[in-house]
């Protein structure tokens, strides 16, 4: 006893107590698995985010060489040191669990889930020897590529690989950007990418855009909209939702979905009535003007027009007349984000509303801006094969008959393949896409590579495609790679954003430039012939030579003297004078046919986007899913918004489980009120009901692209569809 | 190592061009190790230093209006200093600094009782719950400048200390080296994450104490009525409390400053603090 | 009291032929081996504590390379040409690969350290791991820049004279914490001797409470006096009317000065 007594005396005294006691208290805050970052030398590296069509050059911050940040470059023409959320949330993209790490075979079968990790040396002898025998088989045509990019040197090098392979099946992702270029060609007669001259706007109309919700170039949307509250201008903002662009806009008017053509010749019936027009353009370059006048004026007072899109007629009156009245006006279109082609009849009529007060290639105005670069590459040799497979005609119908200045249409390419129509393809290779998600209807997008034995997906992350796939053969993420991003969204001067590598590659991935280049020299000539380069880099350098010190030094090439061409030289059209009323515009407002039937289903689903869910090819980030709002995710459940007076008739009330159906397939939801939403519509939000990914986006919500199936387009052969009928019960 | 005048640092956030895109929100996450969890649906336990919140008019549609309002530490001052939730710690684990007006936030001195989180009015501050969890490879993108916090600690937003640190570092290194006059940072030289990376220019950073500098321009907070902004266009959140906070709103719209302060049914104009 | 009977109850019956203790002594003797026993119990928990346990807890590490400082300084001159600040303010620290490699691309000497140190790491691009003394917690913000640049203090401050040694050190790593012995300090009370003996919060604080008082004139006070000083600020705040440290709790200068 006093054994112990005197021992603790002792350690009393000892410094063991004290010292113990202060170590463990140090212990217990040093977790091993809480991680403690290595400190290290700062470092800031330049490249063009990629992860929208905005273009936004980047500056990472590096410390010693991991990457820690992503912050907007200052000064860059496109941002000037803004940033939006997807960008900065590019290192979850990185670094996350979802990546794939190397090329990977699916050896149970297509979504069984077992992948075998291969050796590039083995899964590219793999993919050489199946393109070897659908060619020795004499159907070089059965290969089809699907791009989820237009632009830019990969799709020309894809398109290019096609071509010299023989197969005129190179498909690419359609977007609002389709629908423009085909309104300048027929308009205007030109082949030319839309800009906006917004640093000079002083009133922009938008019809149902997302100017802040994730339209054309994001930042660049933002800092225009800032400027105008600065005191530059006005944005009247019209939809029948109140989203974040109708809630910054000076006015907010609803309108009923689908009846923005009306509205835009509505408006153009009061300015040529009022002679509010601009008599320049108009009298000198205005082809079909009197025609177009003719129509605008005898179907389109404002009494009528009120009715058909339920914006009063005082409104549409006094909107005509600010809308002239401004210096700079500048009209847009094309909903949400603007990631669907659309109605060309909108487009149409918002066009001729812009030529109308003169707002092309004006200050403020829509401008058509070339192609900043033509690659310096001869046209591939084609041997008597690869002829005769480009001879087969496309799958998708596109760039013939009635579609000819469509150059490509995703949703007839699935069809065609999932109905057997035209011949089966062998092979399809998906690079930067995601279509079993993204592509209305997916059902079909999953029936069409049911049918094709042989799928290869390039993506960097396990999405819904690749799990679709036989073989993945991993694309470098864009902080890993060089590529190019040329003319992106509404950007008014040509303009090439360099994407360059921030950071070693992190896993055994290679840029899909490369393995293209590697898969073309494997074929031998002439496929190989078409393919000099020793690597993607050097081809990348050589297409852009000229531009190779300013894309090195700034991040990006930009025509800063580019002005566009005058009214006298801008024309290229039969006439020489801008179309008023090109095919598809002559009959005055042509409303597309929504799916579904309104007896059965009464109400009207619309998608709409915003800024904080990612909807196309990459997948939500956490961090983005983080900061949606309770009122839209909530657990696992999507929440679409109703207005109070229409859930009141459904008997549905705050956080009520329903059903939502169309015609294409039925979800479960829960109910939304919101007072912003135009009572007899529901509000969807895109980008969620992802099957693929992990624990932090799998699982949450549903898709809306299940519910709503494409609408073809007369004119362009697009999907124009903006909707479709649904109907809400209770579960 | 004395400062010539102490500073105030805070913030002008103009709610007329703030589009809710929830950049602000990221920024912070990215920049301060701030952790996510798979479900972070239940917004009492996610934690977001920046906040975004929604307000909205309360009309029906189509007379409906929605204002997007970021949401930061307000960094209180209260009187002389006590910010409510620096009167309440026990642990001395928050602190008030007179030099730059930043109450600061130990995570090592914390034991999580969460008395802060029951002090401050604008619900800044955030527990953690669980510890931080990086998938796979995610934390090779923590920011080595800024602690990373385990379970059971308080944490809010710092107005970046970290970038004031490493601004001042740099000053200290260019003013040794005779590259400038003074160790006084210039107004850009600090600024926060959400300020730098806010697309549309609607958050506005710096010295409130500092005639030069746009916040105290733009604010014009005065001193003699604890801080409130002469600006008849900026309001700051809960002013009647008397917290003094250094984060100022503008908006041109009335229902969003009203929006502002708890008011009682069929109160007339605002009594001023 | 009947005596005799208390003893037949006690001793026991048989004859041991020894000595029967009185009780007196007896209780003396009980006593005694109390006392001894307390002895016993407190010199061996004192050679514990302040033996064994130190020997327990520090792990002997040894540093991956035997880095001679001295003959490097001789070649350069001082310690800023590879503990150098770096155009943002931040200070390199221990160097990298990237510093050694200018004159270290080929093995310079006969020293099989140096050997060792170009084959294994050099020409494999390996970092080396080393082992750093003066290593704190993640929470520590600490600014080379103020210290060095502003304030004017040598590295022999805080850092002894690693500069004149021709061996590493053996790194003696706290098995419980993970950090140097350095930080606590060599000797297991946690009294040091030089400056540099020890690297915990108390010991930057002992620095600036002199630099502040002296700076506000006011006598250098001892270490108990402030200590006592210190409690009142904290326990009774606004017991002084002074604010010189410049927060409200501690009256110190706010936490994040040093912290992050």
């Given amino acids: 006893m006093s054994f112990i007594i005197g021992g603790a005396a002792g350690t009393a005294l000892s410094p063991l107590p004290w010292k113990l006691t202060d170590d463990l208290s140090i212990w217990t805050q040093m977790w091993p698995w809480t991680p403690v970052p290595p400190d290290g030398e700062i470092s800031y590296d330049g490249s063009t985010c990629t992860l929208c069509p905005g273009g936004c050059g980047i500056q990472v911050r590096k410390v010693d060489r991991r990457a820690v940040k992503i912050e907007g470059t200052p000064g860059h023409p496109i941002n000037d040191g803004g940033i939006c959320i997807l960008g900065l949330s590019g290192l979850q993209l990185l670094y996350g669990p979802t990546r794939v790490k190397g090329p990977m075979k699916q050896t149970g079968g297509r979504g069984s889930g077992r992948w075998v990790p291969v050796s590039w040396e083995e899964a590219l002898e793999e993919v050489a020897g199946r393109l070897a025998e659908i060619r020795d088989q004499g159907r070089p ?23 010299a392979y023989g197969s005129p099946n190179i498909v690419t992702g359609a977007s609002l950007a389709d629908s423009y270029e085909l309104a300048l060609h027929r308009m205007q007669g030109v082949q030319a990418s839309a800009g906006l001259d917004l640093d000079q706007t002083d009133f922009l109309l938008s019809f149902g855009s997302g100017v802040l919700d994730g339209w054309g170039s994001p930042v660049r949307m933002f800092r225009t909209n800032s400027a105008l509250k600065d005191g530059r201008g006005r944005l009247v903002q019209l939809e029948p939702r109140l989203s974040n662009t109708a809630a910054k806009a000076d006015q907010w008017i609803s309108i009923n979905p689908g009846t923005e053509a009306a509205l835009a010749l509505g408006l153009a019936h009061v300015i040529v009535l009022e002679k509010r027009y601009r008599a320049q353009f108009v009298n000198e370059f205005g082809g079909g003007f009197d025609a ?67 707002a092309v290639n004006s200050a403020g105005g829509v401008w058509a801006v070339p192609e900043p670069v033509e690659y310096p590459w001869p046209e591939p040799e084609m041997d008597e094969t690869a002829a005769r497979g480009m001879q087969a005609g496309r799958l998708d119908g596109a760039g013939q008959g009635r579609y000819t200045a469509t150059s490509s249409r995703p949703e007839q390419f699935f069809e065609a393949i999932r109905d057997g129509e035209g011949y089966p393809l062998e092979a399809l290779f998906v690079v930067e896409a995601n279509p079993c998600y993204s592509q209305r209807d997916p059902e079909t997008v999953n029936a069409a590579l049911a049918k094709i034995p042989y799928v290869v997906s390039f993506s960097s992350f396990l999405d819904e495609t690749a799990r679709n796939a036989d073989l993945i053969l991993p694309n470098h993420v864009y902080l890993e790679r060089y590529e190019d991003v040329v003319n992106p969204g509404v950007f008014n001067r040509p303009f090439v954003g360099l994407v360059q590598p921030v950071v070693d590659p992190q896993f055994n991935t290679r840029n899909v430039g490369d393995v293209i280049i590697e898969l073309a020299q494997g074929l031998g000539e002439p496929v190989g012939g078409a393919f000099p380069w020793d690597s993607y880099e050097d081809c990348l350098e050589q297409a852009y030579e000229e531009q190779w010190d300013a894309l090195t030094g700034d991040g990006f090439w930009m025509d800063e003297d580019f002005t566009p061409a005058g009214w006298p030289e801008a024309f290229e059209t039969a006439s020489g004078k801008f179309e008023f009323l090109p095919e598809g515009l002559e009959g005055g407002y042509a409303p597309l046919e929504i799916e579904g039937a309104s007896g059965e289903y009464p109400l009207v689903l619309v998608p709409y986007d915003s800024m904080r869910v990612s909807t196309g090819y990459i997948g939500n980030p956490p961090f983005m899913t983080k900061t949606v709002s309770d009122t839209v995710l909530k657990g696992d459940a999507l929440l679409v918004e109703v207005n109070p007076k ?81 109907k809400l019960t209770r579960a | 190592m004395k400062q010539e005048r102490p500073k105030k640092f805070g913030m002008v956030i103009d709610l007329d061009k703030c589009t809710g895109c929830g950049a602000c929100m990221v920024a912070c996450m990215s920049e301060n190790n701030v952790p996510f969890k798979p479900d972070e649906t239940d917004k009492l336990t996610s934690i977001t230093w920046m906040r975004v919140y929604e307000l909205n008019n309360g009309k029906p549609f189509p007379e409906t209006d929605v204002c997007y309002l970021p949401r930061p530490c307000q960094q209180c001052e209260g009187h002389h200093g006590h910010s409510p939730c620096v009167s309440v710690c026990p642990a001395t684990a928050t602190d008030y600094g007179m030099e730059t007006g930043i109450v600061s936030q130990i995570y090592t001195r914390c034991f999580g009782c969460r008395y802060c989180m029951a002090a401050c009015p604008y619900h800044v501050r955030y527990f953690n719950w669980w510890d931080p969890v990086w998938p796979d490879g995610m934390e090779k993108y923590l920011n080595p400048n800024v602690s990373v916090r385990m379970r059971g600690v308080v944490e809010k937003c710092s107005f970046c200390y970290h970038r004031y640190q490493s601004a001042k570092d740099r000053a200290t290194y260019e003013y040794a080296e005779g590259d400038r006059d003074s160790l006084e940072l210039g107004e850009d030289e600090y600024q926060t994450a959400c300020t730098q990376a806010c697309p549309a220019g609607a958050i506005i950073f710096g010295d409130l104490n500092n005639p030069d500098h746009r916040v105290h321009q733009i604010a014009q907070p005065d001193e003699k009525h604890g801080g409130r902004p ?36 069929g109160e007339g104009k605002l009594k001023r603090h | 009291m009947s005596t005799v009977d208390e003893h037949e109850k006690d001793v026991p019956s048989e004859d041991s032929g020894g000595k029967s203790p009185s009780p007196p002594e007896q209780k003396g003797k009980a006593t005694a081996y109390v006392i001894f026993f307390f002895f016993v119990g407190l010199i061996a928990s004192l050679i514990v504590g302040w033996i064994i346990f130190p020997q327990l807890l520090y792990s002997q590490k040894k540093q991956p390379i035997d880095f001679n400082h001295a003959l490097h300084v001789d070649l350069t001159g001082d310690c800023s040409s590879c503990h150098y600040f770096r155009t943002d303010g931040t200070f390199s620290g221990v160097p990298t690969l990237w510093g050694c490699i200018d004159c270290h691309e080929e093995v310079q000497g006969d020293d099989p350290e140096e050997e060792k140190f170009v084959t294994e790491y050099v020409w494999e691009y390996k970092e080396v791991p080393w082992l750093v003394y003066s290593r704190q917690p993640d929470c520590v913000f600490f600014s080379h820049a103020a210290h060095v640049l502003n304030g004017g203090m040598d590295c022999v401050t805080c850092h002894g004279h690693i500069g004149e040694s021709e061996h590493t050190r053996i790194y003696e790593e706290n098995r419980i914490t993970g950090y140097s012995r350095d930080i606590w300090g060599r000797n297991i009370s946690g009294f040091k001797r030089n400056s540099w003996d020890r690297m915990k919060m ?59």
Avoid at chain 1, 141 to 163: H, K, Q, W, Y
Avoid at chain 1, 694 to 715: E, F, T
Avoid at chain 2, 238 to 265: C, F, H, I, M
Avoid at chain 3, 244 to 254: D, E, L
Wanted: hydrophobic share 40%.
């Fill in chain 1, 292 to 358: 177009f006048k003719q129509m605008v004026m005898s179907g389109y007072a404002p009494e009528t027009v009120a009715q058909i899109t339920g914006v009063d007629a005082k409104t549409i009156v006094t909107l005509a007349r600010d809308f002239s009245k401004a210096s700079m006006p500048a009209a847009v279109c094309g909903r949400g984000a603007g990631d669907t082609p659309g109605s060309m009849n909108e487009v149409f009529a918002v066009h001729a509303l812009n030529a109308l007060v003169g």
């Fill in chain 2, 230 to 265: 002469k600006n008849p266009h900026a309001f700051r959140l809960l002013e009647r409390l008397g917290t003094n906070p250094k984060v100022y709103y503008l908006s041109n719209r009335d229902w969003v400053r009203r929006q502002g302060d708890n008011t009682l049914a």
């Fill in chain 1, 141 to 163: 045509e059965s290969l089809a590529v699907f791009s989820g990019n237009r632009r830019g040197t990969i799709p020309a090098m894809l398109t290019r690989f096609l071509t």
């Fill in chain 3, 202 to 260: 108390d010991d930057c604080a002992d620095c600036h409470e002199e630099a502040r008082d002296s700076a506000t004139k006011d006598e250098p006070r001892a270490p108990l006096g402030r200590l006592i000083d210190n409690v009142i600020r904290v326990g009774f705040p606004g017991t002084y009317a002074d604010n010189k440290g410049g927060s409200v709790q501690t009256q110190r200068g706010a936490c994040f000065k040093c912290h992050q």
């Fill in chain 1, 646 to 726: 229409t859930a009141a008739q459904l008997g549905l009330s705050e956080g009520s489980r329903a059903v939502l159906t169309t015609a294409k397939d039925s979800v479960d939801v829960r109910v939304h009120l919101y007072e912003g939403l135009m009572p007899g519509l529901v509000a969807m939000a895109k980008g969620f009901g992802h099957t693929a990914y992990d624990k932090y986006l799998a699982g949450k919500g549903s898709n809306v692209n299940r519910l709503i199936g494409p609408v073809q387009d007369p004119v362009s052969g697009l999907d124009a569809a903006w909707g479709v009928r649904a």
